[in-house]
């Protein structure tokens, strides 16, 4: 009996034992369960967040427009239906963030030097006359940020050297942009007029053009340019059904006050006045033909011939017509270009006419600029022609004459941050003597 007792007893201690084992087993396996859990938990957070961070760095952020350099890839500039303005796609072009403000910098250093004192235009602290000296020229600020999906806000901002190693700040642009779809995307504020393609493609920074400076026809009105570069107002563009064609309209409705120097380097400055200005723009980049685009702009202001000297006092002893009198202008382009394939080939004429509202004569003003390069490697040589030819007679140009000649040069990307540019300038001008130059920069993106 006792033997028996002491087999039941033990039987019924190893099954509870057995049972507390399975218990405990099962509460660490439970428990194991839980931490897994919230191990996975704190992995998917933070996957989120790292999901988040990728979608905001990858939201399109309207990377300024350039020519190509180093890289052989290319990608559209502000979001434009159906262009191929080719900008510098690499580590250096990835926007910054700072609070929901997305921004890029660029900057240069440049080095000018002339073969003769006789005074030309000085620009972007280059001093006329002098043997050669060293110079700063653009700092450039270029922000953005999206306010939802279809709408954003722009500013380029440009601290630009001067004389005496003084620098001015000038808003290039200030633009509130509202995408409704590929066919309207419509930007109210300080843009670049569309005329033709260059002001269009390319912005401020040098860093982003292949050469060291803009065509003469093309620079900006406060360096000397002849046209009517920036304005303040209302301008759409988008996509028109085409097909492969990939037809394309710019409009542009603003008002624009051009004040530019004499490029002569006389010390005085045409105040153009100008009226409200209308341009009108069509081009085509087609599916077959990757990196052409042919198009030309047909632009209408009025404009004024004030002049005054550096002092901003008017100028005695030039004849000019009465404040009263007033000119229509009226620009018309053409341009054909091809971007691709290590290829740059731009093209580009205008003629500018300038009829006056009372009596007197017309002139006409034509100009154009030729310009291409080819990629190897790190290294992009280039060479450019350009002419400009205003009438002997034209009050508004009498500065610019007849002016025309080649540029040789090479580009030299060290990485996709810095670049070097060489550039040699011939430049043949009316009853003066011709001009050689030599430009050396580097210029860089952070």
């Known amino acids: 009996m006792a033997v028996a007792l002491a087999l039941v007893a033990s039987t019924m201690f190893c099954h509870t034992a057995l049972a507390q084992d399975a218990k405990t087993s099962e509460a660490a396996t439970i428990s194991a369960l839980i931490e897994q859990v919230k191990e996975l938990q704190q992995h998917d957070r933070e996957l989120q967040e790292r999901i988040r961070a990728l979608e905001a760095q990858q939201k399109p952020a309207e990377p300024a427009p350039a020519a190509p350099a180093a890289s052989s890839t290319t990608a559209a500039p502000e979001p434009e239906p159906a262009t191929e303005s080719p900008v ?13 403000i997305h921004w890029l910098g660029f900057g240069e250093l440049d080095y000018k030097v002339l073969n003769q004192r006789t005074p030309e ?3 972007y602290g280059f001093v006329p006359g002098s043997a050669g000296n060293f110079y700063i020229g653009d700092f450039d600020l270029f922000l953005t940020a ?13 601290f630009q050297e001067q004389d005496a190693q003084r620098f001015k700040i000038d808003v290039r642009r200030m633009l509130l942009k509202y995408d409704v779809n590929d ?3 419509v930007s109210l504020g300080r843009y670049q007029t569309s005329i033709g393609y260059y002001n269009w493609a390319f912005r401020s920074a040098s860093w982003l053009q292949t050469t060291a400076d803009r065509p ?12 009517p570069t920036q304005a303040v107002g209302i301008s759409a563009t988008g996509a028109i059904p085409s097909g492969w064609l990939r037809l394309n309209y710019v409009a542009e409705y603003g008002s624009s006050d051009t004040i530019r120097p004499d490029i002569t380097g006389d010390g005085f400055f045409n105040d153009e006045n100008n009226g409200n200005q209308l341009n009108f723009g069509l081009f085509l980049t087609p599916d077959k033909v990757p990196g052409l685009r042919i198009g030309g702009s047909f632009y209408h202001d009025q404009i004024s011939d004030l002049v005054s000297d550096s002092s901003g006092g008017p100028a005695t002893g030039i004849p000019v017509p009465p404040p009263s009198d007033r000119w229509n202008q009226t620009i018309v382009n053409g341009h054909v270009v091809y971007v691709g394939h290590g290829y740059e080939f731009l093209n580009e004429g205008f003629l500018i006419r300038h009829a006056p509202l009372q009596t ?3 002139f006409n003003t034509s100009a154009f600029y030729s310009q291409f390069s080819r990629q190897y490697k790190r290294v992009r040589p280039y060479f450019r022609y350009q002419y400009a030819n205003a009438a002997a007679g034209n009050l508004i140009f009498d500065d610019i004459g007849l002016r025309h000649g080649p540029s040789f040069g090479a580009r ?5 941050y810095l670049a070097f540019k060489a550039q040699i300038d011939h430049t043949l001008r009316r009853d003066l003597p ?8 580097v210029s860089g993106t952070f």
């Open 412 to 416: 030299y990307d060290f990485n996709s």
């Open 216 to 227: 003469l026809v093309m620079e900006f009105a406060t360096d000397g340019g002849f046209l």
């Open 360 to 362: 007197g004569p017309t």
């Open 88 to 100: 510098h796609v690499s580590a250096a072009s990835e926007l910054h963030n700072l609070g929901g």
């Open 183 to 185: 066919h309207l995307r």
């Open 434 to 441: 011709a001009i050689n130059g030599l430009h050396l920069q």
């Open 121 to 123: 235009l000085g620009t």
């Open 146 to 158: 999206h306010l939802n999906d279809k709408t954003s806000v722009l500013s380029d901002i440009d």
